[in-house]
């Protein structure tokens, strides 16, 4: 198993920065993507960033403006936010794709709350 715990989010006002991490533990070899999800009241769970060992995704809203890293070492994820908008509100929740063999499980953190004043 696989256990996630964020840590840096809060309030910023727009066009200010915030930094999200995710520290990883227990089997954290068998991860194959770590990424980023949010959800703003009434609205559906989206991704916002992942990364794998191909590359890295963003959906189009952040594109630009926030960037995902990993540092393996650390067993750690990060995902950067700059030039933050109103629309960005939202919990934001870890995710980890775990690999036993041919068997996924997924590993979600526990949320922390991104709020950007206009």
């Known amino acids: 198993q696989v256990q996630l715990v964020e840590s840096g989010g809060g309030l910023a006002q727009a066009g200010g920065s915030l930094r999200l991490s995710c520290a990883a533990s227990g089997d954290t070899i068998c991860i194959s993507a770590m990424g980023w999800y949010r959800r703003a009241p009434g609205k559906e769970r989206e991704l916002v960033a992942a990364?794998?060992?191909?590359?890295?995704y963003y959906v189009d809203s952040v594109k630009g403006r926030f960037t995902i890293s990993r540092d393996n070492a650390k067993n750690t994820a990060y995902l950067q936010m700059n030039n933050l908008k109103p629309e960005d509100t939202a919990v934001y929740y870890c995710h980890a794709a775990v690999l036993y063999g041919l068997t996924r499980s997924d590993s979600w953190g526990q949320g922390t709350q991104v709020t950007v004043s206009s």
């Open positions: 990364i794998t060992k191909s590359g890295t």
